[in-house]
């Protein structure tokens, strides 16, 4: 009789896992199939990622963005990993480090979950899909796209020291307000959104109270698009263009949000 040739079964990526820690995100909510979108987000990255190693990872399945959002400190229970009580042996960037991979389709984006747990560097990470309105409204008004040839840790690094640092707390403050996405406490900050029903302004007290908050934010928005012209000092266009694209998305937030309170002082006018 003939030997029967041994065929030994060929893993879908030969890097090997040098850590067996895997980001925990088993609290997040599950998304429905009509409510995917063509984004992944990735959890556990380590600190030396660059694009080339996230591309080196989906190979097959050719991703067309890499995005990173702005830095804030906030925890997302929504969105947000939950960092490990242990350091393990590679280090992580931690859960607030946001980077996410646009594919053709949400049909593709199912084929990327399935790689969730296999490593990008020998560190194993977690991989979890976005819905629909989140990248609606975070992604299409926080996502930069990262530069090849560097890590995302010195992209975005050099991005926000150039990169006036009201705008990442006004564009988070707005987009979780819009989203209704709960977030830790932020009291002292003077973005969050205030309306008719934080200030009464049918009495003269809520409505003084509404107009102090409706001016600073004016006058938020005419120091930012000040601070914004003068802006264009950067030898690279990637930065340039990244940089643009934020602040014009945080002027959009203000704009929107004086206008609102706009409409709620005149009514509150009519009232007194």
């Not at 010195?154 to 989203?179: D, G, N, Q, R």
Request: charged letters at 25%; aromatic letters at 8%; proline letters at 6%.
């Amino acid at each position: 009789k003939r030997k029967q040739p041994i065929v030994k079964k060929v893993e879908k990526h030969a890097i090997p896992r040098i850590d067996q820690w895997v980001p925990e995100t088993s609290h997040f909510v599950k998304v429905g199939k009509e409510e995917r979108s063509s984004f992944v987000r990735l959890h556990g990255l380590p600190l030396d990622a660059h694009p080339e190693h996230i591309k080196k990872f989906f190979l097959g399945l050719n991703p067309e963005r890499i995005l990173v959002l702005p830095n804030h400190s906030i925890f997302i229970p929504q969105w947000d990993a939950i960092d490990p009580s242990k350091a393990p042996k590679i280090k992580r960037h931690p859960s607030n480090f946001r980077v996410f991979v646009k594919f053709k389709s949400s049909q593709i984006a199912d084929m990327a979950i399935e790689r969730s747990g296999e490593a990008i560097e020998g560190a194993a990470v977690a991989l979890t899909m976005t819905t629909k309105s989140d990248t609606n409204v975070l992604l299409r008004n926080m996502g930069v796209d990262v530069l090849s040839g560097m890590s995302i840790r010195a992209f975005l690094s050099e991005l926000e020291k150039h990169l006036p640092s009201i705008v990442p707390t006004i564009l988070w403050t707005a987009a979780l307000k819009h989203l209704e996405i709960p977030a830790e406490s932020q009291s002292d900050d003077p973005f969050t959104w205030q309306s008719e029903r934080d200030y009464d302004p049918s009495n003269f007290s809520g409505y003084k109270q509404l107009a102090s908050h409706h001016n600073r934010l004016l006058e938020q928005y005419d120091s930012l698009e000040l601070s914004g012209r003068s802006l264009c000092v950067l030898e690279s266009s990637e930065y340039q263009q990244a940089i643009d694209f934020l602040v014009s998305a945080a002027l959009n937030f203000l704009l929107k949000d004086i206008e609102r309170l706009d409409r709620a002082l005149i009514k509150g006018r009519g009232n007194n």
